[in-house]
C-alpha cells in the first residue's frame, strides 16, 4: 500500500470511529478513482475527502457528511443520499442520474455539467448551487430550495418543481418545456431566452421575474401572479393567462395570439405593440393602458374594464366590446367598424374624427354615451350621403 493512501484510510477510519460505527468489510478505499460500488457509507463523515471519478453507484450514503468533497465526473447513478449533507462540494460533471437525493444539503454545490436525469431531490437544499448546463430532466425538485442557485441553460425539462423556491434564480436559457411549476416562488429569477413550452406556471409568484424573449407557447400561467415582470418580446401563443395578475407588467412585442386573459389583470401594464390576434379578453382589466398600434380585430373583450385607458392606432374591427367599461378613455385613430359596444359604457371618452366615423358603423344598443358623443353622432348620421 503506497504511503499516499494511507491517511485517506485513516481519515475514514477516524470517521467511523467518531461515527461509533465500524465497517464490516473494508474493502473499498475513499479516494480518488476508487470503486465503492453499492458500498454501505450510510452515517459516515467523508467530509473533504477527494473522490473524484470514483465508481459510487448504487452506493448508500443516507445522512452520511460529505462537505466540500472533491466528486468530480464521479458515478453516482442511483445512490442513496437522502438527507446526506453535500454542501461546498465539487460534482461538477458528476453522473447522479436516478439518485435518492431527497432533504439532501446541496448548498453552494458545483454541480455544472452534472447529469441529474431522474434523480430524487424533493426538499432538497440547493440555495446558490451552480447547475449550469446540468441535465435534471424528469427529476423530482418538488419543495426543494433553489434561491439564488444558477440554472443557465440547465434542462429541466418533464422536471417536477411545484412548489420549489426559485427566488432570483438565474435559468436564463434553460429548457423548462413540459415542466411542473406550478404554485412555485420564483421572484426576482432570471428566465430570459428560456423554452417554457406548454409548462405549468399555475399560481406561480412571478413578480418581477425577467420572460424577455422567453419561448411560451401553450404555457399555463392560470391564477399567477406576475406584477412588474418583463415579457418583452416573449412567444405566449395560446398560452393561460386566466385570473393572472399582470399589473405592471411591461409586455411590449409580445405575442399573446389566441392567448386566453379572462378575467387577468392587466391594469398600467406596457403593451406597446403587443400582439394580440385571437385572443381572449373577457372581463379583463385594462385600466389606464397604452394601447399602441395593435390590432384587436374580432377579439372578445366583454365586459373588459378600459376605464382611462389609451387608444392610438388601434383596430377594434368586429370586436366585441359589450358591456365594456370606457369611460374616460382617450381614442386616436381607433378603428370600431362592425364593433359590438352594446351596453358598454362610453361617458366622457375622447375622441378624433377618424374614431367617430368608425363609431357611426359600430352597435352601439343601449350603450352610455356622453351627450356631446350623442350630438356628434346625430349630426353625422344627419349629414347627406356624398354624390356618386
Not at 446540468?134 to 441553460?153: E, T
Not at 399555475?202 to 413578480?207: F, I, K, Q, T, V
Amino acid at each position: 500500500m503506497s504511503h499516499a493512501l494511507k491517511p485517506a484510510i485513516c481519515l475514514l477510519l477516524l470517521a467511523c470511529c467518531a461515527a461509533g460505527q465500524l465497517l464490516p468489510e473494508f474493502d473499498f478505499l475513499a479516494a480518488d478513482r476508487a470503486d465503492m460500488r453499492s458500498q454501505d457509507m450510510s452515517g459516515l463523515n467523508l467530509s473533504g475527502l477527494s473522490m473524484n471519478q470514483s465508481d459510487m453507484r448504487n452506493a448508500n450514503l443516507n445522512g452520511s457528511e460529505l462537505r466540500n468533497c472533491w466528486l468530480r465526473s464521479s458515478w453516482l447513478s442511483g445512490a442513496h443520499l437522502e438527507a446526506a449533507d453535500l454542501s461546498g462540494s465539487d460534482l461538477g460533471g458528476a453522473v447522479l442520474e436516478d439518485a435518492d437525493l431527497k432533504n439532501a444539503d446541496l448548498t453552494g454545490c458545483n454541480l455544472k455539467g452534472s447529469q441529474l436525469s431522474g434523480a430524487d431531490l424533493g426538499g432538497a437544499r440547493l440555495q446558490k448551487a451552480d447547475l449550469t448546463d446540468a441535465d435534471l430532466s424528469d427529476s423530482d425538485l418538488s419543495g426543494a430550495d433553489l434561491s439564488d442557485a444558477r440554472l443557465f441553460r440547465s434542462d429541466l425539462s418533464g422536471a417536477n418543481l411545484r412548489g420549489m423556491y426559485l427566488f432570483n434564480a438565474n435559468m436564463i436559457g434553460s429548457h423548462l418545456s413540459w415542466a411542473d411549476l406550478s404554485s412555485a416562488f420564483m421572484s426576482r429569477a432570471q428566465l430570459s431566452r428560456a423554452e417554457l413550452y406548454s409548462t405549468d406556471l399555475s399560481g406561480c409568484d412571478l413578480r418581477d421575474a425577467d420572460f424577455t424573449r422567453a419561448y411560451m407557447m401553450r404555457a399555463n400561467l392560470t391564477g399567477a401572479n406576475i406584477d412588474s415582470a418583463s415579457l418583452a418580446y416573449a412567444d405566449l401563443t395560446e398560452a393561460r393567462l386566466a385570473g393572472a395578475s399582470l399589473v405592471g407588467t411591461r409586455m411590449p412585442y409580445a405575442d399573446l395570439t389566441r392567448a386566453d386573459l379572462t378575467d387577468a389583470d392587466l391594469s398600467g401594464a406596457d403593451l406597446n405593440s403587443v400582439r394580440l390576434v385571437g385572443a381572449v379578453l373577457e372581463d379583463a382589466r385594462l385600466d389606464r393602458v397604452d394601447l399602441h398600434r395593435i390590432d384587436l380585430r374580432g377579439v372578445n373583450l366583454r365586459g373588459a374594464d378600459m376605464e382611462n385607458a389609451n387608444l392610438d392606432t388601434v383596430f377594434l374591427t368586429n370586436a366585441d366590446l359589450s358591456g365594456a367599461d370606457l369611460s374616460g378613455a382617450t381614442f386616436t385613430q381607433v378603428e370600431l367598424s362592425g364593433a359590438n359596444l352594446s351596453a358598454a359604457n362610453l361617458k366622457n371618452v375622447k375622441y378624433d374624427q377618424f374614431t367617430l366615423y368608425s363609431l357611426a358603423e359600430a352597435k352601439l344598443d343601449g350603450a352610455l354615451l356622453s351627450e356631446n358623443l350623442k350630438e356628434d353622432l346625430r349630426a353625422l348620421s344627419s349629414r347627406p350621403e356624398p354624390p356618386a
